[in-house]
């Protein structure tokens, strides 16, 4: 055996300090490298896999790694790939913060994307400002756009529910009439819900004749259907998500509520239509996204396709969507900014214009709110074509920044 030298025999005692020295090395090699972008690009995903939420927020799980896999499948970043870190926030915004602050300071993300409660984002999006970790927001909330919670690390894919409300009111209150009640779920997306409901309703000329709140998990509406068949209203906005959504709606629909009122959800989901059935039939609603625009938008073709492949021919739902737009914002922004770092990416968000999986979005400098369009859809059970064909889209605001509430008003300077 030759040494270094060229020389047959053992090892020499260069050779072998040489070595040494370089394994004694290794480790503060390894994480020099890592700082200065060797390793995985790390990307946090808190969301809700246990509770209420659990089948939208599994969903957003589904279509987040398909936004990782296509990263991967085109080289990733000079190389680098991308990992999805999934926790389980479990609905509740101490949980949340103790995940993220997990991911960020014991897994070493890169980026958090994820949530699926208003509360809860603000929870991750507090401990993510502090610490200058880019956060993509998936879920509904107004708060989140306001100056008070607002980071410059701040971003927010969803819809938010002046957006959401708003477009929904302008399109049910001239059709089906201008008395109005709400059964609001008691927190932060209820609330701000029924915010955008009345706020749109103002210049319609709407009367508010009751806003009943209920807890969220409720099981039983019985209590405050009568008050509210009692008060005749045109229409009912039902102001809750999940599983509230689908007992809130069969309840009122075995009570006989649609023989003369408007059921009327802000965000009609696709996994509570199918869990609920027929009692959704005639439902309004608004939503972010719906398979359907496959049949007008290529690049909805294009996800739903991918989709299919990678789950046995299902179809995303909407916040599904969201979880892949959310991650794939994200992605598309590193590879703009040819980078990892914080700065760069922000700077390569801001200037992001895209269209993904809907039609075109950006995000707005002030508050980085995602300008997009508000789908207005219906639910079916006549006529579907399969078991996914339950809504028809019957109107579609297009994104324009005059339907968000101004910057000013939300506390940004100009």
Same mark, same amino acid.
């Given at each position: 055996m030759a040494d270094e030298t060229g020389r047959s025999g053992a090892f020499s005692r260069r050779g072998l300090l040489q070595g040494g020295a370089l394994a004694l090395a290794a480790p503060a090699l390894m994480r020099r490298a890592w *700082?200065?972008?060797?390793?995985? #690009?790390? #990307?946090? =995903? +808190?969301? +809700?896999?246990?509770?209420?939420?659990?089948?939208?927020?599994?969903?957003?799980?589904? *279509?987040?790694?398909?936004? /990782?896999k296509e990263f991967n499948a085109a080289g990733g970043l000079d190389g680098r790939m991308a990992e999805l870190l999934v926790r389980d926030d479990k609905l509740n915004p101490g949980e949340a913060a103790t995940r993220t @602050?997990?991911?960020?300071?014991? %897994?070493?993300?890169?980026?958090? /994307?994820?949530? @699926? !409660?208003? *509360?809860? $984002?603000? !929870? /991750?999006?507090? /401990?993510?400002?502090?610490?200058?970790?880019?956060?993509?927001? #998936?879920?509904?909330? %107004?708060?989140?756009?306001?100056?008070? %919670?607002?980071?410059? $690390? $701040? =971003?927010?894919? *969803? @819809?938010?529910?002046?957006? $959401?409300a708003g477009a929904v009111g302008r399109y049910v209150f001239p059709k089906h009439g201008k008395r109005v009640a709400f059964l609001t779920a008691d927190y932060a997306y209820g609330h701000e819900m029924v915010r955008g409901f009345r706020r749109a309703g103002e210049a319609l000329g709407i009367e508010v004749v009751a806003d009943i709140r209920h807890p969220i998990g409720a099981s039983d509406y019985s209590a405050f259907l009568p008050r509210l068949a009692a008060l005749k209203p045109d229409v009912l906005c039902l102001c809750n998500f999940g599983r509230d959504q689908v007992v809130s709606i069969q309840q009122a629909t075995e009570f006989g509520l649609k023989r003369t009122t408007k059921l009327v959800a802000p965000v009609l989901l696709f996994t509570a239509r199918k869990a609920g059935g027929d009692a959704f039939e005639g439902v309004v609603g608004g939503t972010s996204y719906y398979w359907r625009l496959e049949d007008s938008v290529p690049t909805a073709k294009a996800f739903n396709d991918a989709f299919r492949a990678a789950y046995n021919g299902a179809v995303p739902s909407d916040y599904g969507a969201l979880g892949y737009a959310g991650v794939r914002s994200v992605l598309e922004s590193v590879k703009a900014a040819k980078s990892t770092d914080t700065d760069k990416v922000i700077a390569a968000m801001e200037a992001l214009r895209a269209d993904f999986y809907k039609g075109p979005q950006y995000f707005r400098a002030c508050d980085h709110q995602s300008v997009q369009s508000v789908l207005i859809v219906e639910s079916k059970h006549k006529d579907q074509k399969g078991p996914d064909d339950v809504f028809t889209i019957v109107g579609t605001e297009q994104p324009d920044e005059a339907r968000l509430r101004t910057c000013a008003e939300l506390g940004h300077k100009a």
């Open positions: *700082a200065q972008g060797a390793g995985p #690009i790390r #990307i946090g =995903f +808190p969301v +809700p896999l246990t509770g209420a939420f659990g089948a939208e927020a599994n969903d957003q799980v589904r *279509a987040a790694q398909i936004a /990782v @602050l997990e991911l960020i300071e014991k %897994d070493k993300v890169n980026f958090l /994307v994820g949530a @699926l !409660s208003a *509360a809860v $984002t603000l !929870s /991750v999006n507090n /401990v993510a400002r502090e610490r200058g970790v880019l956060y993509n927001s #998936i879920s509904q909330s %107004d708060a989140i756009n306001e100056a008070k %919670d607002f980071g410059r $690390t $701040t =971003f927010h894919e *969803a @819809l938010n529910p002046h957006m $959401t």
